[in-house]
T-cell receptor, first 113, second 113 residues
Framework: GDSVTQMEGPVTLSEEAFLTINCTYT??????LFWYVQYPGEGLQLLLK?????DKGSNKGFEATYRKETTSFHLEKGSVQVSDSAVYFC????????????FGTGTSLTVIP | SAVISQKPSRDICQRGTSLTIQCQVD?????MFWYRQQPGQSLTLIAT?????????ESGFVIDKFPISRPNLTFSTLTVSNMSPEDSSIYLC??????????FGPGTRLLVL
């Protein structure tokens, strides 16, 4: 069945460091891929998405490229800020399974000044 | 986009009791969902809340334990019945015009003693 495997955390970085959070997926068809972010005490917010292979989603300095050949959707940011401290969830949605969402386990990121 | 509110934001309950969680969306949406996020784990879909008819439950979740109502396009409730400590979790409501775009509420943190 469909699934998402996400890099385990927690991740602690210094401000302005480079961030990569790995995400790989298993799907029977052609899923859409998402990154959601959950700031402390808040709900999940859509950070970015990509709906087909080689698409790059980007938002707030974060980027992720849909790589079909490696079944990956790694999240990157060139220079993190303290305000990026949050939990990041990778997810997929596929029409073959009624567009149900499958979430990774989440990666907690703490950025220290 | 849609703004989603949930009530209560958190609660501490005794085993054997029931808690009803409310989800309100600020605009009419096609689809509403309920998720559970157990400590240290990812989100698991409980059910799709269908307007005016019975909810569609995922494997492992039943109506007797998690009755759901959706009387209109902007409101839904989830009841956690006959609670046990294993029901301690964060319960999240999400909504959208399709499964591919979902907006999440802030969640309800439930602790069952």
């Amino acid at each position: 069945g469909d699934s998402v495997t996400q890099m385990e955390g927690p991740v602690t970085l210094s401000e302005e460091a480079f961030l990569t959070i790995n995400c790989t997926y298993t799907a029977t068809g052609y899923p859409s891929l998402f990154w959601y972010v959950q700031y402390p005490g808040e709900g999940l917010q859509l950070l970015l998405k990509a709906t087909k292979a080689d698409d790059k989603g980007s938002n707030k300095g974060f980027e992720a490229t849909y790589r079909k050949e490696t079944t990956s959707f790694h999240l990157e940011k060139g220079s993190v800020q303290v305000s990026d401290s949050a939990v990041y969830f990778c997810a997929l949605s596929e029409r073959n399974t009624g567009n149900q969402f499958y979430f990774g386990t989440g990666t907690s990121l703490t950025v220290i000044p | 986009s849609a703004v989603i509110s949930q009530k209560p934001s958190r609660d501490i309950c005794q085993r054997g009791t029931s808690l009803t969680i409310q989800c309100q969306v600020d605009s009419q949406v096609t689809m509403m969902f309920w998720y559970r996020q157990q400590p240290g784990q990812s989100l698991t879909l409980i059910a799709t809340a269908n307007q005016g008819s019975e909810a569609t439950y995922e494997s492992g979740f039943v109506i007797d334990k998690f009755p759901i109502s959706r009387p209109n396009l902007t409101f839904s409730t989830l009841t956690v019945s006959n609670m046990s400590p294993e029901d301690s979790s964060i319960y999240l409501c999400s909504a959208g015009t399709g499964r591919e775009t979902q907006y999440f509420g802030p969640g309800t943190r439930l602790l069952v003693l």
